[in-house]
């Protein structure tokens, strides 16, 4: 068995350290985000919030932007995780289309979190085709789509559906054109009914 140094050890601690204190502040950070909006979210008021140094949170972060992309990853893997692996109708067990409307609903209902953090974050380069989430986003709806017999071209619906969850249109629609989200709901369910000619 190989011998430990208590250097080997300290590192070990400090990685531990390190991992927890980031899990800390994105959660920390969430939480503000959540009460009083991106805008709200200060470097400062983060580490007096968290219990922790300004030069933590630098040190993990950067800056505030990349403070907000963290934020906003830290986010999108919850949603993945609840749509991949989660309870139905949005995770496995439910049928296809259960599953297709639930993806939809759930976005919308998160959309005042999401796209604020998509906003402070850069959305430009969060919704272009070729990001990881967006890629991701779109097999899930690709698969869904594709164990529905009337779904002729299940790949081009899919962009279809996800470009009307696009956050900056949901924030427009939202906020510029007054729609409430339950009016986008019932838009986003009444697409998928017609693209899946149900």
């Given amino acids: 068995m190989q011998d430990i140094g208590p250097e080997a050890g300290e590192a070990g601690c400090e990685r531990l350290d390190a991992a927890r204190n980031r899990r800390l502040l994105l959660a920390t950070a969430l939480d503000i985000i ?66 297709l409307r639930a993806f939809g609903v759930a976005r919308i209902r998160a959309l005042e979190l999401s796209g604020e953090l998509r906003q402070a974050a850069d959305v430009g380069r969060f919704s272009h085709h070729g990001h990881p989430v967006r890629r991701l986003e779109l097999a899930h709806l690709t698969m869904l789509l594709a164990a529905l017999p009337n779904v002729r071209d299940p790949e081009l619906t899919a962009y279809q559906l996800e470009a009307f969850l696009e956050a900056g249109l949901l924030l427009h629609l939202h906020r510029s054109a007054g729609m409430p989200l339950e009016r986008l709901i019932d838009g986003w369910l009444h697409l998928v009914d017609t693209l899946t000619h149900h």
Avoid: N, W
């Fill in 34 to 99: 959540s009460e009083r909006g991106a805008e709200a979210l200060t470097m400062d008021d983060l580490a007096r919030r968290a219990g922790v140094g300004k030069g933590t949170v630098f040190r993990r972060f950067g800056s505030r932007a990349g403070l907000m992309q963290a934020v906003l990853d830290h986010a999108q893997r919850g949603f993945q995780e609840s749509y991949m692996s989660g309870p139905p109708p949005l995770g496995p067990g439910a049928a296809p289309l259960d599953r």
